[in-house]
Antibody
Framework: QVQLQESGPGLVKPSQTLSLTCTVS??????????WTWIRQHPGKGLEWIGYIYYSGSTYYNPSLESRVTISVDTSKNQFSLKLSFVTAADTAVYYC???????????????WGRGTLVTVSS | DIQMTQSPSTLSASVGDRVTITCRATQSISNWLAWYQQKPGRAPKLLIYKASSLESGVPSGFSGSGSGTEFTLTISSLQPDDFATYYC?????????FGQGTKVEI
């Protein structure tokens, strides 16, 4: 079955760029039936949607993070990635990659999630 | 942004109880609402989408209802595996936003 797996550094210094990759296994990221997204969860807190990408490369970001976020896709590697620049301690969170269906009347719910990876911003 | 507010924040219940969680939106979201279950150290799991559609593989004891600005998630008979935190999420408009969560505990 399809699985998502996040990878990347668990510790990032303030003002640097957080970079994470989500590897999709058991299915093709190029399927037009899905979009691919990043969501984060601050320690002990709720969930915050970061942005999504379609296999074609089209993206949409949360305006609260848009100036610092880039989501990209590498269909040859079946991966999509998150870059968050100029990080501060407020960006410390568990970062999840997830999948959503496009074959529905309205995109926006997430039917498959990765296990998540904790990223700590600290010097 | 559309703000999603869940109530209660914490709910104490026993096995076999009928449990209802409410989610309110600051403006109408039609029926573009999802519910997720999250256990400690785990990723959220989709339970319900489009307010009342049960995700494949989710036990029939879970149900969702509502439209516009008020929604409910009901667990008909609480099972030991159901003790978790539940989140609602709207996808009517960007940015997609989540409620703050409801922890269901013993």
């Amino acid at each position: 079955q399809v699985q998502l797996q996040e990878s990347g550094p668990g510790l990032v210094k303030p003002s640097q760029t957080l970079s994470l990759t989500c590897t999709v296994s058991g299915g093709s990221i190029s399927s037009g039936s899905y979009f691919w997204t990043w969501i984060r969860q601050h320690p002990g807190k709720g969930l915050e949607w970061i942005g999504y990408i379609y296999y074609s490369g089209s993206t949409y970001y949360n305006p609260s993070l848009e100036s610092r976020v880039t989501i990209s896709v590498d269909t040859s590697k079946n991966q999509f990635s998150l870059k968050l620049s100029f990080v501060t301690a407020a960006d410390t969170a568990v970062y999840y990659c997830a999948r959503g269906l496009t074959t529905v009347a309205r995109w926006g719910h997430f039917d498959l999630w990765g296990r998540g990876t904790l990223v700590t911003v600290s010097s | 942004d559309i703000q999603m507010t869940q109530s209660p924040s914490t709910l104490s219940a026993s096995v076999g109880d009928r449990v209802t969680i409410t989610c309110r939106a600051t403006q109408s979201i039609s029926n573009w609402l999802a519910w997720y279950q999250q256990k400690p150290g785990r990723a959220p799991k989709l339970l319900i989408y489009k307010a009342s559609s049960l995700e494949s593989g989710v036990p029939s004891g879970f149900s969702g209802s509502g439209s516009g600005t008020e929604f409910t998630l009901t667990i008909s008979s609480l099972q030991p595996d159901d003790f978790a935190t539940y989140y609602c999420q709207q996808y009517n408009s960007f940015p997609w936003t989540f409620g703050q969560g409801t922890k269901v505990e013993i």
